[in-house]
């Protein structure tokens, strides 16, 4: 595991293939492979639309209805990025991904010491209500849903989002809004936690428990496999964690006496599609069918809505290379038609630019006319689920399958997700592999073109998106005069009662909006949470 | 026998991608050094003094944000007040080729954007490092 390996003799006969998940792949597959892995297609199948939901979740894919496109966009201050959406809009995307800068998601505002030098720089800046009021500007929220990605403080982002839409007189049950909202996934892999693993479970808890009855289109959390994958794992580890990680947060809401099939239709999945064509698609649909079967068999649902899942799959951005950029282009295209086999229901590339910054419009763009090509010219709408009845995509889902569950189980056997990120273990296993796929890179056992075969060629430059130094300022400027205009004697008092509210563990969401009504700040409500709660210490792994 | 080379591997400000410095940290224990890891969201204060406590003799920053001119700007700055300016400083991460000649003239020759090989960098430390005492 680790990196896929390809093994080829002086002829250049490719003699042994072994996928990144530790699957060997046979030359020849016949009927013979189907009897032999024990595949019931009426079992291990059905239709689309039904139980298990191994070739989709609608019965008719995308002839019914074709997949959001959503490109992550965020730069700068929030009329910056307003206008980038407003662009991505009028070229045909169909939902929002907001990302915002590095500040924002570690809850500090602007003008903190250690914000210096990252306002706006990876994303959007924001710090109060004032900001989500211009970023939002315009944007019809009845019909376009907004991706957050935003996990540490989710949970005041959503507030910001509920109280931007009713100024703008959206109802609640009209707007969508999908914050990231996974905090397991940030410690291991992505870095931007803030709290520890416990009230950080909990906050994610309040928003879908809140969701459930105060933002009914919302998907309170989405969960990322996306980002231990491209931190180091395999696609088997991807999905067992993510599955193990949805698990918690399941357990969390259980715990507070709700069932099942009234909140677990606001999870979503983030998923990677990067790799071996043929993995990921066999990925997607054991996925599909084993999502079905843990909410069924582990926890008892009994709506068939809450068996289905639903997701992001698209990315790519590990399979990206800086080399010979252009290349990304193409390799976009590829991993765009594995989320379209694979049944995505929402997608997102990382553009060609991307391993050297964030996209410039043309880029994006690029990224956008990718999927409109997929869905438009080449027949990805034709028919649901294409691949299925493969003798090869068959026995490839089936023993994806078999090594999730065991993947699962050992994270089970560790006590679970919870216990699993505290000691570490999972941090260790991801950057095991990272350093075993690079290994194998640099050694050439995994061809990257451009970066290890067919280097040659002229160096290309690519056209850099800039970063604006002034926007910073004026982000700083923006927050003091909102400090100034603001009720303070109102705010200290919202603070206090949040303060109150998160330390007797009661659901801070209608708190959290109250404080973003009156313009408390991202930084001020995300103290006062480091007060109640304490902040998370790394593992150490070493 | 020759004094193993102790590096700080540390990963400055906000950003959080640490694929990259958990990998070379591997790599670079494997090639024979003592590799310490600072883990995430640390200061320039805290590095400078975890280099000072663990008395290394190359400090290596991951940086994916693109936020590293004012983030090395700011360590130079204060390991010349701190007089650790000795220590040899390295960087790796999302570094555009333009940001290669600043960097040179902030006192930073280290230079490995991403896609470097493992060789490369380490060849590179055990050329230029000067082993402190």
């Given at each position: 595991m680790?990196?896929?390996?390809?093994?080829?003799?002086?002829?250049?006969?490719?003699?042994?293939?072994?996928?990144?998940?530790?699957i060997?792949?046979?030359?020849?597959?016949?009927?013979?492979?189907l009897?032999?892995?024990?595949?019931?297609?009426?079992?291990?199948?059905?239709?689309?639309?039904?139980?298990?939901?191994?070739?989709?979740?609608?019965?008719?894919?995308?002839?019914?209805?074709?997949?959001?496109?959503?490109?992550?966009t965020?730069?700068?201050?929030?009329?910056?990025?307003?206008?980038?959406?407003k662009?991505?809009?009028?070229?045909g995307?169909?939902?929002?991904?907001?990302?915002?800068?590095?500040?924002?998601?570690?809850?500090?505002?602007?003008?903190?010491p250690?914000?210096?030098?990252?306002?706006?720089?990876?994303?959007?800046?924001?710090?109060?209500?004032?900001?989500?009021?211009v970023?939002?500007?315009g944007?019809?929220?009845?019909?376009?849903?907004?991706?957050?990605?935003?996990?540490?403080?989710?949970?005041?982002?959503?507030?910001?989002?509920?109280?931007?839409?009713?100024?703008?007189g959206?109802?609640?049950?009209?707007?969508?809004?999908?914050?990231?909202?996974?905090?397991?996934?940030?410690?291991?892999?992505?870095?931007?936690?803030?709290?520890?693993?416990?009230?950080?479970?909990?906050?994610?808890g309040?928003?879908?428990?809140?969701?459930?009855?105060?933002l009914?289109?919302?998907?309170?959390?989405?969960?990322c496999?996306?980002?231990?994958?491209?931190?180091?794992?395999?696609?088997?580890?991807?999905?067992?964690?993510?599955?193990?990680?949805?698990n918690?947060?399941?357990?969390?809401?259980?715990?507070?006496?709700?069932?099942?099939?009234?909140?677990?239709?606001?999870?979503?999945f983030?998923?990677?599609?990067?790799?071996?064509?043929?993995?990921?698609?066999?990925?997607?649909r054991a996925?599909?069918?084993?999502?079905a079967?843990?909410?069924?068999?582990?926890?008892?649902?009994?709506?068939?809505?809450?068996?289905?899942?639903?997701?992001?799959?698209g990315?790519?951005?590990?399979?990206?290379?800086?080399?010979?950029?252009?290349?990304?282009?193409?390799?976009?295209?590829?991993?765009?038609?594995?989320?379209?086999?694979?049944?995505?229901?929402?997608?997102?590339?990382c553009?060609?630019?991307?391993?050297?910054?964030?996209?410039?419009?043309?880029?994006?763009?690029?990224?956008?006319?990718?999927?409109?090509i997929?869905?438009?010219?080449?027949?990805?709408?034709?028919t649901?689920?294409?691949?299925?009845g493969?003798?090869?995509i068959?026995?490839?889902?089936?023993q994806?399958?078999?090594?999730?569950?065991?993947?699962?189980?050992?994270?089970?056997?560790?006590?679970?997700?919870?216990?699993?990120?505290?000691?570490?273990?999972?941090q260790?296993?991801?950057?095991?592999?990272a350093?075993?796929?690079?290994?194998?890179?640099?050694?050439?056992?995994?061809?990257?073109?451009?970066?290890n075969?067919?280097?040659?060629?002229?160096?290309m430059?690519?056209?850099?998106?800039?970063?604006r130094l002034?926007?910073?300022?004026?982000?700083?400027?923006?927050l003091?005069e909102?400090?100034?205009?603001?009720?303070?004697?109102?705010?200290?008092?919202?603070?206090?009662?949040?303060?109150?509210?998160?330390?007797?563990?009661?659901?801070?969401?209608?708190?959290?909006?109250?404080?973003?009504?009156?313009?408390?700040?991202?930084?001020?409500?995300?103290?006062?949470?480091?007060?109640?709660?304490?902040e998370?210490?790394?593992?150490?792994?070493? | 026998?020759?004094k193993?080379?102790?590096?700080?591997?540390?990963?400055?400000?906000?950003?959080?991608?640490?694929?990259?410095?958990?990998?070379?940290?591997?790599?670079?224990?494997?090639?024979?050094?003592?590799?310490?890891?600072?883990?995430?969201?640390?200061?320039?204060?805290?590095?400078t003094?975890?280099?000072?406590?663990?008395?290394?003799?190359?400090?290596?920053?991951?940086?994916?944000?693109?936020?590293?001119?004012?983030?090395?700007?700011?360590?130079?700055?204060?390991?010349?007040?701190?007089?650790?300016?000795?220590?040899?400083?390295?960087?790796?991460?999302?570094?555009?080729k333009?940001?290669?000649?600043?960097?040179?003239?902030?006192?930073?020759?280290?230079?490995?954007?991403?896609?470097?090989?493992?060789?490369?960098?380490?060849?590179w430390?055990?050329?230029?490092?000067?082993?402190?005492?």
């Amino acid at each position: 595991m680790g990196v896929a390996k390809y093994i080829k003799n002086e002829k250049d006969e490719v003699r042994d293939v072994t996928l990144q998940s530790g699957i060997h792949v046979k030359p020849l597959y016949t009927k013979k492979d189907l009897e032999a892995i024990g595949f019931d297609p009426d079992k291990d199948l059905a239709l689309p639309g039904e139980y298990p939901y191994t070739r989709g979740i609608h019965p008719l894919g995308y002839r019914s209805r074709e997949w959001t496109t959503r490109q992550y966009t965020g730069f700068g201050a929030p009329k910056e990025t307003n206008e980038r959406f407003k662009l991505m809009i009028s070229h045909g995307q169909t939902g929002l991904n907001v990302a915002f800068d590095l500040p924002t998601q570690m809850g500090l505002d602007s003008d903190d010491p250690l914000a210096e030098g990252e306002v706006g720089r990876v994303g959007m800046a924001v710090d109060s209500l004032r900001d989500f009021e211009v970023a939002f500007q315009g944007i019809p929220l009845d019909r376009i849903g907004a991706g957050l990605t935003i996990n540490a403080v989710a949970s005041i982002m959503l507030a910001m989002f509920q109280a931007t839409a009713e100024k703008y007189g959206f109802k609640k049950d009209q707007v969508s809004a999908t914050p990231q909202n996974d905090i397991l996934k940030e410690m291991i892999g992505r870095g931007a936690w803030i709290f520890p693993v416990k009230p950080a479970v909990r906050l994610i808890g309040d928003t879908i428990e809140y969701s459930m009855k105060e933002l009914p289109r919302t998907n309170p959390v989405s969960v990322c496999g996306y980002h231990i994958r491209e931190s180091g794992c395999s696609p088997v580890q991807e999905i067992a964690y993510a599955f193990q990680i949805a698990n918690t947060y399941i357990e969390e809401v259980l715990r507070r006496g709700h069932h099942i099939d009234d909140f677990v239709r606001g999870f979503t999945f983030n998923l990677n599609v990067f790799g071996n064509l043929w993995e990921q698609v066999a990925k997607f649909r054991a996925a599909r069918k084993l999502w079905a079967k843990n909410l069924k068999e582990r926890y008892g649902a009994k709506d068939n809505r809450s068996l289905l899942l639903r997701g992001i799959f698209g990315g790519g951005g590990y399979g990206m290379t800086k080399a010979q950029p252009e290349n990304n282009i193409i390799r976009g295209a590829y991993y765009a038609l594995a989320a379209a086999l694979g049944g995505a229901q929402t997608t997102a590339l990382c553009s060609f630019d991307e391993a050297y910054t964030i996209p410039t419009p043309r880029a994006a763009l690029l990224s956008l006319r990718t999927f409109q090509i997929l869905m438009e010219e080449i027949g990805l709408r034709d028919t649901v689920d294409p691949l299925a009845g493969s003798y090869f995509i068959e026995t490839l889902t089936k023993q994806m399958e078999e090594r999730i569950v065991e993947e699962m189980k050992r994270v089970d056997e560790m006590g679970g997700m919870i216990k699993a990120v505290e000691t570490g273990y999972v941090q260790k296993e991801v950057a095991r592999q990272a350093y075993e796929f690079e290994k194998g890179v640099q050694k050439g056992e995994l061809i990257k073109v451009g970066v290890n075969k067919y280097t040659e060629g002229e160096e290309m430059e690519v056209e850099l998106h800039e970063y604006r130094l002034g926007s910073a300022e004026e982000q700083v400027q923006r927050l003091r005069e909102v400090k100034r205009e603001r009720d303070n004697r109102k705010v200290s008092q919202l603070l206090k009662d949040l303060e109150s509210a998160a330390r007797a563990e009661k659901n801070v969401m209608p708190y959290l909006l109250e404080c973003c009504k009156a313009y408390a700040t991202l930084g001020e409500m995300t103290k006062v949470f480091k007060g109640a709660y304490g902040e998370f210490k790394e593992p150490s792994i070493f | 026998m020759e004094k193993k080379i102790r590096i700080l591997v540390a990963k400055p400000g906000l950003d959080g991608h640490d694929r990259g410095a958990k990998v070379v940290a591997q790599a670079l224990r494997d090639a024979g050094m003592e590799v310490i890891y600072t883990g995430l969201h640390q200061t320039i204060d805290q590095i400078t003094h975890t280099a000072i406590q663990e008395g290394v003799d190359v400090i290596g920053l991951s940086i994916m944000s693109g936020a590293h001119l004012p983030i090395c700007e700011k360590l130079m700055k204060e390991m010349k007040k701190m007089k650790i300016d000795d220590i040899l400083v390295v960087i790796g991460g999302v570094i555009p080729k333009r940001d290669i000649p600043p960097l040179q003239k902030i006192g930073i020759q280290g230079i490995f954007p991403g896609g470097t090989s493992f060789d490369e960098s380490i060849r590179w430390i055990k050329e230029n490092v000067k082993q402190r005492v």
